[in-house]
C-alpha cells in the first residue's frame, strides 16, 4: 500500500472535533444535535482560533505511527474549555477512488495571489478558545510534542463582539461591519448544509463528513477607512449595524427582485452577488476569525463548511468575482479540507483488510 494511503488509513481515526454520520430523515431534534460538530455547534463560537496546517516530515519510514502520534498528542493536550478539530488535505489520498469526489488542492480565483507557504497542507488543525493564552498554549503544546509531523502554515483568530442575536453568532469585522447574518439559525439547518449526505455518489466513508474551505483575506482596512460610512454600506449592501438598505428589518431578508436596476441595493454589493435570492441562501455555514499581524497586515480568516463544494463556497465565489469589494482585499492563502465522521467502522470499509 502507497506512503499516502498508510497514513490516511491511521489518521482518519482521529475523532477530535469529527462530525458523525448524518441522521436519517425523520430523526429527533437530539439525534440531529449529535450529528452537527463540536465547532459548528449554533451555540457561540469561542473568542478566540489558531489554525495550524501540517505535512508530515520528510524521510518518517513509518506512517501509521505517525498518524498515531497526531492522535495521541490532539487527545493528550485537549484543555477544558478548549475545541479542537481537525481536516484532510487532499494530498492524503493517494488512491483518488477512496478520496471525496470534490476535494482537490484549493484553486486561485479571480483576484487571488495565493501564497504557497500558506497554502494547503495534509492536514489542518483547528483550536479555539476563550482567551488568546489559552489557544497558543494548546498550539505550542500540540507541535512541540508531534515528532512525525512539521508545521506548514499556521494563523490566530480572533472574533471582535463576539454574540449572538436572530438565533445566529455575529462578531465585528475589521471592515466595522456585522458578521454571520447569512447562517442558518438552527443544528438541523446546520446539518442540512454542512453534512455530505447518503445520496451524493460520495465514497460511503465520507458520509457524514463536510468540506470546509479555509481563505486567508487581507484586507485593505487603511484604504476603506477613507471612504464615507454610506459609500461602505453601498459596497457591502448592508448598514454597519445589519440592517438592510430597502428598509427591510435586520432579522429578515429582503426581497431584491423587487430592486431590478439596483437603485437601493447595488448590482454589484457584496451581499447581493453573494446571494442573489437571499430567500435562497447559499447552502454553507461559516465560522469565520478575524487576524492582525505585523505591518498592517490584517484581514478575515474566512472559514465554511458544506456537503457539496460545487453548490456552496465555489458557486458562492464566482459570482463575488467584479464585486465593488474586490479592491480592497486579497487572498493570500488557505485551503480545502475535508473533515472525517468519526468511528472506526468506514476506516475499514475504506481500507478494507
Known sequence: MKRRSLLLGATLAVPVGAVAVVAVSGASDEETLRDVPELLRNSLPQPHQVLVALDLRPGINSPSLAARELSRVLRQNRRDGTRMGIGLGHGLFADASRRPRQLTMMPSFAGDVLNPAESHGDALIQIAGSTHQEVQAARKDVVAALTAWQARWQIVGFRAENRTEYG???????????????????????????????????????????????????????????????????????????????????????????????????????????????????PIVRRGYSYDRRHGDRGLI???????????????????????????????????????????????????A
Open 168 to 282: 445566529k453568532p455575529l462578531a465585528m469585522n475589521p471592515f466595522h461591519f456585522q458578521e454571520g447574518f447569512g447562517n442558518t439559525s438552527g443544528d438541523r439547518g446546520i446539518a442540512d448544509r454542512a453534512l455530505v449526505r447518503a445520496d451524493q455518489n460520495e465514497p460511503a466513508w465520507a458520509v457524514g463528513g463536510s468540506y470546509q474551505v479555509v481563505r486567508i483575506i487581507r484586507l485593505a482596512t487603511e484604504l476603506w477607512d477613507k471612504d464615507p460610512v454610506h459609500e461602505q454600506e453601498r459596497i457591502i449592501g448592508r448598514r454597519r449595524d445589519g440592517r438592510w438598505l430597502d428598509g427591510t428589518p435586520t432579522g429578515d431578508e429582503p426581497n431584491f427582485a423587487a430592486d431590478p436596476a439596483g437603485r437601493l441595493t447595488p448590482l454589484d454589493s457584496h451581499v447581493r452577488r453573494a446571494a442573489p435570492d437571499r430567500r435562497n441562501p447559499p
Open 302 to 352: 474566512f472559514s465554511c463548511f458544506q456537503r457539496d463544494l460545487a453548490a456552496g463556497f465555489e458557486t458562492v465565489q464566482k459570482r463575488l468575482a467584479g464585486e465593488a469589494m474586490a479592491k480592497y482585499q486579497l487572498t493570500t492563502g488557505g485551503g480545502y479540507f475535508f473533515v472525517p465522521p468519526p468511528g472506526d467502522a468506514w476506516i475499514e470499509a475504506l481500507f478494507p
